[in-house]
């Protein structure tokens, strides 16, 4: 089956501080993958997306590369900010697993809380 | 655009009652709709998968009878907690796309379930 996994939280930066999450993933079919943020008391809102092996997703300042060769999606930003605060959670869709039947299923990975001082 | 809501974001209800949630899709047509639970400090597990005029799909290990999803129209999914107890109160996140090709979700805000 499907599953993601993040570097363990919480991580804890000052401001303008380089930032890494890490991310892995397993499928079976030709995953799209995903960063979704969570704001303290919102809901989810996606981040960034790749849809294909090297295809780099970008927003905010934060990207990720789609790297096939070593299953990974690794969320990277420059420079944080204080409002950067939030729990990130990557995720995959596997839209053509179990003969295309999944609906766009989201599998995420555990999340992690980023914290960034001023 | 692309915005889903959730009703009532917060509700505290006794043992034993049943409480209905509702995901609504306010500016597009969603034939998919997802519920999800979350844990405190937890990743979401996805519960079950909707779609519009047909029955829902659990994921393994849901029971169907106690969370009760209806997909009634293209813009409203309720999730039914029926009989609830102390162990059923988490955090309910919905989600809704736009149709089978489609791979974004738009997530509504949760609701926050407490059984007492």
């Known amino acids: 089956g499907n599953s993601v996994t993040q570097m363990e939280g919480p991580v804890t930066l000052s401001e303008e501080a380089f930032l890494t999450i890490n991310c892995t993933y397993t499928a079976t079919g030709y995953p799209s993958l995903f960063w979704y943020v969570q704001y303290p008391g919102e809901g989810l809102q996606l981040l960034l997306k790749?849809?294909?092996?090297?295809d780099k997703g970008s927003n905010k300042g934060f990207e990720a590369t789609y790297r096939k060769e070593t299953t990974s999606f690794h969320l990277e930003k420059g420079s944080v900010q204080v409002s950067d605060s939030a729990v990130y959670f990557c995720a995959l869709s596997d839209l053509e697993g179990a003969g295309g039947t999944s609906y766009g299923k989201l599998t995420f990975g555990q999340g992690t809380i980023l914290t960034v001082h001023p | 655009g692309a915005v889903v809501s959730q009703h009532p974001s917060r509700v505290i209800c006794k043992s034993g009652t049943s409480v209905k949630i509702e995901c609504r899709s306010l500016d597009f047509q969603a034939t998919t709709m997802f519920w999800y639970r979350q844990f405190p400090k937890q990743s979401l597990m996805l519960m079950a998968t909707s779609n519009e005029g047909s029955k829902a799909t659990y994921e393994q290990g849901v029971e169907k009878d106690k969370f009760l999803i209806n997909h009634a129209s293209l813009t409203l999914s309720t999730l039914t907690v029926t009989s609830a107890h102390p162990e059923d109160s988490s955090f309910y996140i919905c989600?809704?796309?736009?149709?089978?090709?489609?791979?974004?979700?738009?997530f509504g805000p949760g609701t926050r379930l407490t059984v007492t």
């Open positions: 989600s809704a796309k736009t149709g089978t090709g489609a791979y974004e979700q738009y």
């Open positions: 790749a849809t294909k092996a090297d």
